[in-house]
Protein backbone atom coordinates (compact mmCIF):
# COMPACT_ATOMS: atom_id res chain seq x y z
CA UNK A 1 0.00 0.00 0.00
CA UNK A 2 1.49 3.41 -1.07
CA UNK A 3 1.21 6.20 1.59
CA UNK A 4 -0.48 9.24 0.74
CA UNK A 5 1.82 12.30 -0.20
CA UNK A 6 1.76 14.90 2.57
CA UNK A 7 4.14 16.55 4.78
CA UNK A 8 3.58 14.18 7.57
CA UNK A 9 6.23 15.68 9.79
CA UNK A 10 4.48 19.36 10.15
CA UNK A 11 0.88 18.17 10.17
CA UNK A 12 -1.15 19.77 12.42
CA UNK A 13 -3.79 19.24 14.44
CA UNK A 14 -6.66 19.53 11.93
CA UNK A 15 -9.04 17.65 9.65
CA UNK A 16 -8.01 16.34 6.39
CA UNK A 17 -10.29 14.65 4.50
CA UNK A 18 -9.55 11.06 4.02
CA UNK A 19 -11.11 7.87 1.55
CA UNK A 20 -13.30 5.93 3.76
CA UNK A 21 -15.79 6.42 6.58
CA UNK A 22 -17.68 3.83 8.98
CA UNK A 23 -21.59 4.60 9.38
CA UNK A 24 -23.99 2.49 11.25
CA UNK A 25 -27.98 4.11 11.42
CA UNK A 26 -30.14 2.90 14.79
CA UNK A 27 -34.06 2.73 13.41
CA UNK A 28 -37.13 0.63 15.65
CA UNK A 29 -35.05 -0.44 18.12
CA UNK A 30 -31.38 -1.81 16.18
CA UNK A 31 -28.24 -0.86 14.44
CA UNK A 32 -27.87 -2.32 11.12
CA UNK A 33 -25.19 -4.25 9.66
CA UNK A 34 -23.52 -0.55 9.04
CA UNK A 35 -20.70 -0.14 6.21
CA UNK A 36 -17.64 2.20 5.02
CA UNK A 37 -18.80 5.00 2.61
CA UNK A 38 -17.55 7.24 0.85
CA UNK A 39 -19.30 9.93 1.79
CA UNK A 40 -18.29 12.88 3.92
CA UNK A 41 -21.22 14.91 4.20
CA UNK A 42 -24.17 13.94 6.32
CA UNK A 43 -27.75 15.23 5.32
CA UNK A 44 -30.15 15.23 8.01
CA UNK A 45 -33.84 16.51 8.98
CA UNK A 46 -33.76 20.73 10.09
CA UNK A 47 -35.03 19.79 13.02
CA UNK A 48 -33.01 16.77 14.30
CA UNK A 49 -32.12 16.01 17.94
CA UNK A 50 -28.41 16.64 17.38
CA UNK A 51 -29.24 20.05 15.99
CA UNK A 52 -32.19 21.01 18.58
CA UNK A 53 -30.67 19.52 21.66
CA UNK A 54 -26.82 18.70 21.26
CA UNK A 55 -27.86 15.22 21.46
CA UNK A 56 -24.83 13.81 20.60
CA UNK A 57 -21.42 12.02 22.20
CA UNK A 58 -18.00 11.29 20.80
CA UNK A 59 -14.76 9.86 21.28
CA UNK A 60 -11.29 10.20 20.05
CA UNK A 61 -8.05 7.52 19.39
CA UNK A 62 -5.10 6.83 17.29
CA UNK A 63 -3.46 5.23 14.93
CA UNK A 64 0.17 4.24 14.92
CA UNK A 65 2.79 2.66 12.99
CA UNK A 66 4.74 0.89 14.98
CA UNK A 67 9.03 0.15 14.93
CA UNK A 68 8.16 -2.49 12.90
CA UNK A 69 5.66 -1.68 10.51
CA UNK A 70 2.63 -2.78 11.93
CA UNK A 71 -0.31 -0.16 12.03
CA UNK A 72 -2.40 -0.62 15.65
CA UNK A 73 -4.28 1.48 17.66
CA UNK A 74 -4.50 1.77 22.13
CA UNK A 75 -7.04 0.28 24.09
CA UNK A 76 -10.25 1.07 21.89
CA UNK A 77 -12.10 -1.20 24.22
CA UNK A 78 -12.08 1.40 26.49
CA UNK A 79 -13.26 4.17 24.16
CA UNK A 80 -15.84 1.79 23.15
CA UNK A 81 -16.72 1.43 26.61
CA UNK A 82 -16.55 4.98 27.49
CA UNK A 83 -18.66 5.90 24.54
CA UNK A 84 -21.45 3.84 26.00
CA UNK A 85 -20.99 5.84 29.32
CA UNK A 86 -21.42 8.70 27.54
CA UNK A 87 -24.89 7.19 25.43
CA UNK A 88 -26.77 6.03 28.24
CA UNK A 89 -26.00 9.22 30.09
CA UNK A 90 -27.51 11.22 27.14
CA UNK A 91 -30.56 8.93 26.83
CA UNK A 92 -29.03 7.42 23.49
CA UNK A 93 -28.96 3.62 22.60
CA UNK A 94 -25.46 2.24 22.84
CA UNK A 95 -23.56 0.88 19.77
CA UNK A 96 -22.55 -2.59 20.61
CA UNK A 97 -18.95 -2.17 22.19
CA UNK A 98 -17.11 -5.19 19.90
CA UNK A 99 -19.20 -3.74 17.02
CA UNK A 100 -17.35 -0.46 17.89
CA UNK A 101 -13.71 -2.32 17.95
CA UNK A 102 -14.25 -3.83 14.72
CA UNK A 103 -15.62 -0.89 12.89
CA UNK A 104 -11.93 0.96 14.11
CA UNK A 105 -10.04 -1.91 12.58
CA UNK A 106 -12.11 -2.17 9.62
CA UNK A 107 -11.74 2.05 9.27
CA UNK A 108 -8.26 2.77 9.65
CA UNK A 109 -7.53 -0.94 7.89
CA UNK A 110 -9.44 0.77 4.69
CA UNK A 111 -7.51 4.76 5.10
CA UNK A 112 -4.45 2.78 5.95
CA UNK A 113 -2.51 4.89 3.51
CA UNK A 114 -2.90 8.02 5.67
CA UNK A 115 -1.62 6.25 8.43
CA UNK A 116 1.27 8.54 9.53
CA UNK A 117 4.79 6.79 8.92
CA UNK A 118 6.42 5.64 12.16
CA UNK A 119 8.70 8.52 13.31
CA UNK A 120 7.35 10.87 11.39
CA UNK A 121 5.63 12.71 14.53
CA UNK A 122 2.53 12.24 13.29
CA UNK A 123 -0.39 9.95 14.06
CA UNK A 124 -3.92 9.15 12.52
CA UNK A 125 -6.42 10.56 14.75
CA UNK A 126 -9.88 8.38 14.46
CA UNK A 127 -13.04 9.93 15.81
CA UNK A 128 -16.41 8.12 16.34
CA UNK A 129 -19.17 9.84 17.58
CA UNK A 130 -23.05 9.30 17.25
CA UNK A 131 -25.82 11.37 16.62
CA UNK A 132 -29.65 11.96 17.31
CA UNK A 133 -31.02 11.84 13.57
CA UNK A 134 -34.84 12.53 13.59
CA UNK A 135 -37.17 15.15 13.83
CA UNK A 136 -37.09 16.06 17.58
CA UNK A 137 -39.14 19.29 18.64
CA UNK A 138 -40.56 18.84 22.15
CA UNK A 139 -37.02 18.13 24.97
CA UNK A 140 -36.56 14.16 24.67
CA UNK A 141 -34.21 11.83 23.22
CA UNK A 142 -34.50 10.79 19.28
CA UNK A 143 -36.04 7.50 18.19
CA UNK A 144 -33.31 7.24 15.68
CA UNK A 145 -29.27 7.89 15.78
CA UNK A 146 -26.69 7.39 13.66
CA UNK A 147 -22.89 6.24 14.44
CA UNK A 148 -19.98 7.18 12.32
CA UNK A 149 -16.44 7.30 12.47
CA UNK A 150 -14.00 9.23 10.28
CA UNK A 151 -10.24 9.21 10.37
CA UNK A 152 -7.61 11.85 9.89
CA UNK A 153 -3.76 12.46 9.96
CA UNK A 154 -2.57 14.46 13.02
CA UNK A 155 0.41 16.49 14.39
CA UNK A 156 0.84 17.72 17.93
CA UNK A 157 -1.96 19.30 19.50
CA UNK A 158 -0.44 22.35 20.97
CA UNK A 159 1.17 24.28 18.38
CA UNK A 160 4.99 24.39 20.28
CA UNK A 161 5.24 20.88 20.34
CA UNK A 162 6.63 19.46 23.34
CA UNK A 163 7.51 23.63 24.83
CA UNK A 164 5.70 23.98 28.16
CA UNK A 165 1.92 25.70 27.97
CA UNK A 166 1.53 28.84 29.57
CA UNK A 167 -2.41 27.50 31.74
CA UNK A 168 -4.78 30.36 33.01
CA UNK A 169 -7.14 28.99 35.91
CA UNK A 170 -10.53 29.91 33.96
CA UNK A 171 -13.31 31.70 35.76
CA UNK A 172 -15.83 29.66 33.83
CA UNK A 173 -16.88 26.34 34.39
CA UNK A 174 -16.46 23.40 32.56
CA UNK A 175 -19.33 20.97 34.28
CA UNK A 176 -21.68 21.42 36.67
CA UNK A 177 -21.90 19.47 39.93
CA UNK A 178 -23.38 16.18 39.20
CA UNK A 179 -23.76 17.34 35.49
CA UNK A 180 -22.35 15.57 32.76
CA UNK A 181 -18.15 16.40 33.16
CA UNK A 182 -17.62 13.17 33.26
CA UNK A 183 -19.18 12.43 29.90
CA UNK A 184 -17.53 13.14 26.36
CA UNK A 185 -20.68 15.15 24.80
CA UNK A 186 -20.63 18.15 22.45
CA UNK A 187 -22.00 20.00 25.00
CA UNK A 188 -19.31 20.41 27.55
CA UNK A 189 -17.13 21.44 24.53
CA UNK A 190 -19.21 23.48 23.23
CA UNK A 191 -19.28 25.55 26.59
CA UNK A 192 -15.74 25.61 26.50
CA UNK A 193 -15.37 27.30 23.63
CA UNK A 194 -15.91 31.09 24.57
CA UNK A 195 -13.00 30.43 27.37
CA UNK A 196 -10.68 29.42 25.00
CA UNK A 197 -11.32 31.73 22.81
CA UNK A 198 -10.27 34.47 25.52
CA UNK A 199 -7.80 32.40 26.62
CA UNK A 200 -5.89 32.53 23.31
CA UNK A 201 -6.67 36.11 23.09
CA UNK A 202 -5.25 36.68 26.30
CA UNK A 203 -2.44 34.88 25.46
CA UNK A 204 -2.29 31.72 27.46
CA UNK A 205 -2.52 28.37 26.03
CA UNK A 206 -5.49 26.54 28.01
CA UNK A 207 -7.66 26.87 30.70
CA UNK A 208 -7.60 25.33 34.01
CA UNK A 209 -11.34 24.45 35.23
CA UNK A 210 -11.81 24.11 39.00
CA UNK A 211 -14.40 21.87 41.09
CA UNK A 212 -17.59 23.80 40.09
CA UNK A 213 -18.85 22.99 43.49
CA UNK A 214 -16.14 25.01 45.73
CA UNK A 215 -13.42 26.11 43.27
CA UNK A 216 -10.69 24.73 45.47
CA UNK A 217 -10.16 21.62 43.56
CA UNK A 218 -8.02 21.07 40.17
CA UNK A 219 -9.91 19.17 37.51
CA UNK A 220 -8.94 19.56 34.18
CA UNK A 221 -8.78 21.57 31.35
CA UNK A 222 -11.16 21.74 28.23
CA UNK A 223 -9.01 18.30 26.23
CA UNK A 224 -7.31 16.69 29.19
CA UNK A 225 -6.32 15.99 32.61
CA UNK A 226 -3.67 17.39 34.63
CA UNK A 227 -0.80 15.25 35.85
CA UNK A 228 1.58 16.35 38.24
CA UNK A 229 4.96 15.32 39.76
CA UNK A 230 6.11 16.04 43.33
CA UNK A 231 9.40 17.01 44.49
CA UNK A 232 10.15 13.31 45.98
CA UNK A 233 8.85 11.56 42.52
CA UNK A 234 5.26 10.67 43.16
CA UNK A 235 2.79 10.75 40.30
CA UNK A 236 -0.26 12.85 41.50
CA UNK A 237 -3.67 13.32 39.56
CA UNK A 238 -7.14 14.64 40.03
CA UNK A 239 -10.10 12.42 41.03
CA UNK A 240 -13.30 14.05 40.75
CA UNK A 241 -16.70 12.78 39.44
CA UNK A 242 -16.82 15.85 36.96
CA UNK A 243 -14.16 15.07 34.73
CA UNK A 244 -13.34 13.01 31.77
CA UNK A 245 -11.85 9.67 32.73
CA UNK A 246 -8.80 9.71 30.33
CA UNK A 247 -7.41 6.59 28.81
CA UNK A 248 -3.81 8.18 28.73
CA UNK A 249 -4.37 9.34 32.52
CA UNK A 250 -5.56 5.84 33.29
CA UNK A 251 -2.83 4.44 31.42
CA UNK A 252 -0.22 6.83 33.12
CA UNK A 253 -0.82 5.93 36.38
CA UNK A 254 -0.25 2.22 35.43
CA UNK A 255 2.70 3.01 33.47
CA UNK A 256 4.35 4.82 36.23
CA UNK A 257 4.08 2.01 38.96
CA UNK A 258 4.30 -1.24 37.24
CA UNK A 259 7.13 0.26 34.77
CA UNK A 260 8.87 3.36 36.53
CA UNK A 261 8.34 1.85 39.93
CA UNK A 262 6.58 5.76 40.76
CA UNK A 263 3.88 5.93 43.79
CA UNK A 264 0.75 6.99 42.14
CA UNK A 265 -1.87 9.27 44.47
CA UNK A 266 -5.01 9.34 42.30
CA UNK A 267 -6.69 11.48 44.58
CA UNK A 268 -8.32 15.23 45.11
CA UNK A 269 -5.64 17.95 44.12
CA UNK A 270 -6.35 20.95 46.07
CA UNK A 271 -5.68 24.16 43.88
CA UNK A 272 -3.08 25.69 46.83
CA UNK A 273 -0.94 22.50 46.42
CA UNK A 274 -0.16 23.45 43.02
CA UNK A 275 2.92 25.65 44.32
CA UNK A 276 4.53 22.85 45.48
CA UNK A 277 4.71 20.33 42.74
CA UNK A 278 8.11 20.32 40.77
CA UNK A 279 6.43 19.33 37.33
CA UNK A 280 2.91 19.18 35.58
CA UNK A 281 1.50 18.16 32.48
CA UNK A 282 -1.84 17.57 30.50
CA UNK A 283 -2.53 14.48 28.72
CA UNK A 284 -4.70 13.16 26.68
CA UNK A 285 -5.42 11.36 23.04
CA UNK A 286 -4.72 14.27 21.32
CA UNK A 287 -2.20 16.12 24.20
CA UNK A 288 -0.28 12.87 24.63
CA UNK A 289 1.39 14.58 27.53
CA UNK A 290 2.37 18.05 26.98
CA UNK A 291 4.57 19.84 29.56
CA UNK A 292 2.61 22.74 31.64
CA UNK A 293 5.66 25.37 32.53
CA UNK A 294 3.36 27.72 34.41
CA UNK A 295 -0.14 28.45 35.63
CA UNK A 296 -1.67 31.77 36.10
CA UNK A 297 -4.23 32.40 38.59
CA UNK A 298 -5.50 35.96 38.04
CA UNK A 299 -1.74 37.63 37.76
CA UNK A 300 -0.51 35.13 40.01
CA UNK A 301 1.77 33.18 38.47
CA UNK A 302 2.86 29.70 39.43
CA UNK A 303 6.28 28.22 37.69
CA UNK A 304 7.01 24.71 38.20
CA UNK A 305 11.32 24.37 38.70
CA UNK A 306 11.15 22.19 35.65
CA UNK A 307 11.26 25.69 33.67
CA UNK A 308 9.44 26.75 30.25
CA UNK A 309 11.74 25.59 28.24
CA UNK A 310 11.54 21.83 27.96
CA UNK A 311 9.80 18.14 29.59
CA UNK A 312 10.74 18.15 32.95
CA UNK A 313 12.60 14.76 33.36
CA UNK A 314 9.82 12.48 35.32
CA UNK A 315 7.55 13.60 32.73
CA UNK A 316 10.09 12.64 29.77
CA UNK A 317 10.16 9.64 31.43
CA UNK A 318 6.72 8.89 31.36
CA UNK A 319 6.34 10.61 27.65
CA UNK A 320 8.92 8.35 26.62
CA UNK A 321 7.19 4.87 28.30
CA UNK A 322 3.62 5.82 26.79
CA UNK A 323 4.75 6.44 23.09
CA UNK A 324 7.30 3.85 23.61
CA UNK A 325 4.61 1.33 24.63
CA UNK A 326 2.00 2.80 21.56
CA UNK A 327 4.67 2.68 19.04
CA UNK A 328 5.68 -1.12 19.61
CA UNK A 329 9.62 0.01 20.98
CA UNK A 330 8.39 -1.44 24.27
CA UNK A 331 6.52 -4.23 25.33
CA UNK A 332 2.84 -3.43 26.27
CA UNK A 333 0.71 -4.43 29.09
CA UNK A 334 -1.79 -7.49 27.85
CA UNK A 335 -4.62 -6.34 25.55
CA UNK A 336 -3.79 -2.72 25.19
CA UNK A 337 -2.82 -2.81 21.14
CA UNK A 338 -5.44 -3.65 18.99
CA UNK A 339 -2.88 -4.90 16.07
CA UNK A 340 -4.81 -3.84 13.00
CA UNK A 341 -2.53 -5.05 10.08
N1 LIG B 1 -10.46 15.46 29.28
C1 LIG B 1 -11.17 15.96 28.25
C2 LIG B 1 -12.16 17.03 28.56
C3 LIG B 1 -10.99 15.47 26.95
O1 LIG B 1 -11.69 15.96 25.93
C4 LIG B 1 -10.02 14.46 26.72
C5 LIG B 1 -9.83 13.91 25.39
O2 LIG B 1 -10.34 12.89 25.05
C6 LIG B 1 -9.30 13.98 27.82
C7 LIG B 1 -9.53 14.49 29.07
C8 LIG B 1 -8.29 12.90 27.63
O3 LIG B 1 -8.91 11.65 27.49
P1 LIG B 1 -8.21 10.50 26.69
O4 LIG B 1 -6.90 10.27 27.35
O5 LIG B 1 -9.12 9.33 26.86
O6 LIG B 1 -8.07 10.95 25.30
C1 LIG C 1 -8.96 13.80 22.42
O1 LIG C 1 -7.89 13.93 22.99
O2 LIG C 1 -9.24 12.80 21.75
C2 LIG C 1 -9.98 14.83 22.49
O3 LIG C 1 -11.10 14.55 22.15
C3 LIG C 1 -9.64 16.16 22.94
C4 LIG C 1 -10.04 17.22 22.00
C5 LIG C 1 -9.66 18.49 22.65
C6 LIG C 1 -9.39 17.09 20.66
Known amino acids: MEKKDLDWANL???YIKTDKRYVSNYKNGAW??????DDANIVLNECAGVFQYAQTVFEGLKAY??????????????????????ARRLEMPVFPEDRFVDAIVELVKANAAYVPPYGSGATLYVRPYMMGTNP???????DEYQFRAFVTPVGPYFKGG????TIRVSDFDRAAPNGTGMIKAGLNYAMSLHAIVTAHADGYDENMYLDPKTRTKVEETGGANFIFITKDG??????SDSILPSITRRSLMYVAEHYLGMEVEHREVYFDELKDFAEAGLCGTAAVISPVGKIVDHGKEI?????MTEMGPVIKKLYDTLTGIQMGRI???EGWIKTIC
Open 136 to 142: VIGVKPA
Open 331 to 333: EAP
Open 234 to 239: KFVTPK
Open 65 to 86: TTEDGHIVCFRPDLNASRLADS
Open 32 to 37: DDGALV
Open 303 to 307: CFPSG
Open 12 to 14: GFG
Open 162 to 165: AKPL
